[in-house]
């Protein structure tokens, strides 16, 4: 069967900036150098030793018209919804939300002091999927399946399929592929996306390339349509996001936590929100 190689086709470094409560973190998509990758909205990166920078978490915020997903590396996490959802994301852990219609909700750290690492990501929903009521995957880190591949790396699968291994979020409209792989160092692996999805490789730790160009920690490179992306590591290994998802081609209205096809509807959340509608 032909192969045909994603290229990295832009390469984007994070903004620093902070949001909820004073969090500090790095927003990779969704600020002016990406501000959007179709179906992807945002993706921010924190990390930080120093309480100051994450205390203060995100209390209570309403969603409406998207998916938020939290993939933890370091430290732990309160969380809990109008919807009566609630618990804690642990290291390795992920919460993968679909807001749909809407609710309100709180992410604040459980720990007073250490190393708080982990991203969000937020995925757009369709017209008609919008409104859908909101739903709520809970991942604990050992629901997470991981493969073994030759050469030393491992592939942990949250969503899609890879490498044989399914994660264990399903019924995601955007038909997603979340995947963080770790390289030791000095090997290479493809990775098969399926082709005609957005989709982007992140580099989380290390330095690596990807279909030849360089990344850097905290880089992320969009990738060209294909079906393959063929991922090299460094002579001191590397950590990687490979994400893709189905785009959705579809007009954007975004204003802070609501993401609509239109500004009427964008007003609409808004003064549901006000009203108190946007809970279940
Ligand atoms: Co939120």
């Given at each position: 069967m032909d192969r045909r190689n994603r290229t990295v086709s832009k390469k984007v470094e994070g903004v620093r900036t902070s949001d909820g409560a004073g969090v500090r973190l790095t927003r990779i998509i969704g600020s002016g150098r990406m501000m959007e990758l179709d179906p992807f909205l945002l993706f921010d990166e924190f990390k930080s030793d120093n309480p100051d920078d994450y205390i203060g978490g995100f209390p209570d915020h309403p969603h409406r018209g998207?998916?938020?997903?939290?993939?933890?590396i370091a430290g732990v996490v309160d969380h809990a919804d109008s919807a009566g959802n609630s618990g804690t994301l642990?290291?390795?852990g992920a919460q993968w939300m679909t807001a749909g219609r809407g609710l309100v909700h709180s992410e604040l750290p459980k720990q007073k002091e250490g190393m708080l690492w982990g991203f969000q990501l937020w995925v757009n929903?369709?017209?008609?999927s919008k409104m859908v009521p909101p739903r709520y995957q809970d991942i604990p880190p050992e629901a997470i399946p991981h493969a073994r591949l030759p050469g030393g790396a491992v592939?942990?699968?949250?969503a899609g399929q890879a490498f044989g291994v399914t994660g264990p979020v399903q019924g995601i409209v955007t038909i997603p592929l979340y995947v963080d792989i770790s390289l030791p160092p000095d090997t290479s692996l493809s990775v098969p996306v399926e082709e005609g999805k957005s989709a982007f490789v992140y580099m989380i730790q290390g330095e690596g390339k990807a279909d030849g160009t360089?990344?850097?920690?905290?880089t992320l490179g969009q990738l060209s349509d294909g079906d393959i992306v063929k991922l090299a590591a460094g002579n001191s290994g590397c950590r990687v996001f490979v994400v893709a998802a189905r785009p959705l081609n579809q007009p954007v209205a975004r204003w802070g936590p609501f993401v609509m096809n239109t500004d009427e509807e964008i007003q609409q959340a808004i003064e549901d929100y006000r009203a108190g509608r946007i809970r279940d």
């Open positions: 998207f998916e938020t997903v939290t993939y933890l642990q290291p390795g929903l369709p017209a008609d592939a942990r699968v949250l360089t990344l850097t920690a905290g």
